[in-house]
């Protein structure tokens, strides 16, 4: 089997350089009933001597596998894994400082091979461990953090070596490398660094050690917050919407005045931007639970939303402070609340919540009714559902299809001659405009159709969204 082989070949380079002088070759001879019979004889035929030299050291923590280990250049940290001497508490490189003294004790003479350079199991990484910390302390520098969890990436040479290596000679049950330089990594840095809390799930930063290279990558971790937005004003889009002229390149344009947006504002900009200031992060994103048209205001309790601030350098914040900077400088087009700390999971829940939207709409048409007659036909419509097919405004962007919205209720129908105005609640995803206007008859059925005359949207508000 080619593991096999690989294994003999790798054990070979290290059982050559155990054949020292004053070493007994027979002293630890495995018992022959371990072997089995066929393998034997065959590798017996065929490798004769180093083969069966590979079969003459025993595994830890038998003297003379402690032996091979120190004369192979074993470092202490790992002659404390791999020894099977541990004693919970002790440190590794302690226990393997005690190991070797005794090993000297037994046999004054015992010494690394010539040629050695490094310890053949972690490649002399435990003796880095000072570099390795004051590296990853560096790369936080001036990150607010408490939580941290460490990632250590290995050449796969290198684990594949270890792990044979550690089969053959260590103690069984001896912990792998990764799981030993990770914890004791982590114990240099938290001496030095006492406010860390090293985590295995949800980091506020993730570091990334490379054991080939020494190198390290800090990744700080989004902070989310939630809260809820009520847009006061007309025209502000959710998002940031790059200029159509210049799509938002190289400074922008005439037409943008070098901004780069289409529209000055935007929900995105007037909220994140104070908070990117405040925690001072790289960048920002903006997941709201769906959005209003650009012309549409939101009232009542606002939009829940959640801010996403891409490597913020402080966690900590004042939210009330926050909350009335933001609102101080957006003042006139939109009011945030109720802000808190989020995370990513809630991006999911706000993004797949179905929530009913109560609106106020207003539209103009030309009737000869009476307004108890309108009135009655408008409530007709209430708890009935809608066949929508997808609007042509929004055509462009999504499917054709039909797709069947209820309307909850409507109520507070209000007439001024030819103006009319009403509230409605329905369920999620509804096309409130179409509800109206009908969209050439796509949406049934509709004020226009049951008022039997063309109606026109003046002006349309969230009245509330119904989210918890
Ligand atoms: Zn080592
Ligand atoms: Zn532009």
Redesign the pocket.
């Known amino acids: 089997m080619a593991t096999d082989s690989e294994e003999d070949d790798d054990w070979t380079k290290y059982a050559d350089a155990g054949y020292a002088s004053s070493y007994d070759p027979w002293a630890d001879m495995v018992p022959a009933d371990e072997i089995e019979d066929d393998e034997f004889e065959d590798d017996f035929d065929e490798f004769e001597d180093n083969d069966l030299s590979v079969r003459e050291i025993p595994r830890c923590p038998a003297p003379g596998g402690i032996e091979h280990a120190i004369r192979i250049g074993t470092c202490n940290h790992c002659l404390g894994r791999i020894a099977g001497v541990r004693i919970a508490g002790d440190p590794l490189d302690i226990v393997g400082d005690r190991v070797r003294s005794q090993a000297l004790e037994r046999d004054p003479e015992l010494t690394v091979n010539e040629g050695v350079d490094c310890c053949p199991f972690c490649e002399d990484l435990f003796s880095d461990l000072d570099i390795i910390s004051n590296r990853i302390i560096a790369s936080v520098e001036g990150v607010e953090f408490s939580k941290a969890q460490l990632g250590i990436h290995f050449s796969k040479a290198h684990v594949a070596a270890e792990e044979v290596l550690r089969a053959t000679l260590a103690a069984t049950g001896s912990r792998p490398l990764k799981a030993s330089l990770s914890e004791v990594v982590q114990s240099t840095i938290s001496e030095k660094l006492s406010t860390i809390q090293w985590v295995k799930e949800r980091p506020e930063v993730m570091i990334l050690f490379d054991t080939l290279t020494l190198g390290v990558n800090a990744d700080v971790r989004a902070l989310f917050l939630y809260g809820r937005y009520r847009k006061l004003a007309r025209g502000v889009p959710q998002t940031r919407w790059p ?1 159509r ?2 799509r ?1 390149r190289d400074g ?2 005439e ?2 005045e070098g901004t ?1 947006q289409q529209y000055p504002n935007s929900i995105q900009s007037l909220v994140c931007e104070p908070m990117v200031e405040f925690v001072n992060a790289n960048s920002d994103a903006f997941h709201g639970m769906g959005r209003e048209d650009i012309d549409v205001r939101c009232l009542g309790e606002g939009r829940p939303f959640v801010a996403e601030l891409k490597s913020p350098r402080l966690r900590s914040i004042d939210f009330e402070k926050l909350t009335k900077t933001i609102n101080k400088s957006a003042k006139d087009l939109i009011e945030i609340q109720g802000l808190r700390f989020s995370n990513r999971a809630e991006v999911a829940r706000i993004k797949e919540t179905k929530a009913e939207k109560s609106y106020t709409i207003r539209f103009s048409c030309e009737h000869s009714l009476s307004d108890d007659e309108i009135s009655k036909r408008i409530l007709s419509l209430s708890g009935q559902v809608l066949e929508q097919q997808t609007p042509q405004r929004v055509a462009h962007r999504r499917a054709d299809k039909i797709r069947k919205r209820k309307v909850i209720s409507i109520e507070n129908v209000q007439i001024e001659d030819n103006e009319i105005e009403f509230d409605v609640r329905c369920e999620s995803g509804t096309y409130v405009k179409e509800l109206v206007h009908s969209d050439e008859g796509r949406t049934n059925p509709s004020v226009a159709a049951v008022l039997e005359t063309d109606c026109e949207v003046i002006l349309l508000d969230v009245k509330d969204i119904h989210a918890d």
Request: charged fraction near 0%.
């Open positions: 200029c002229a210049c938002g922008g344009c037409s943008c780069g």
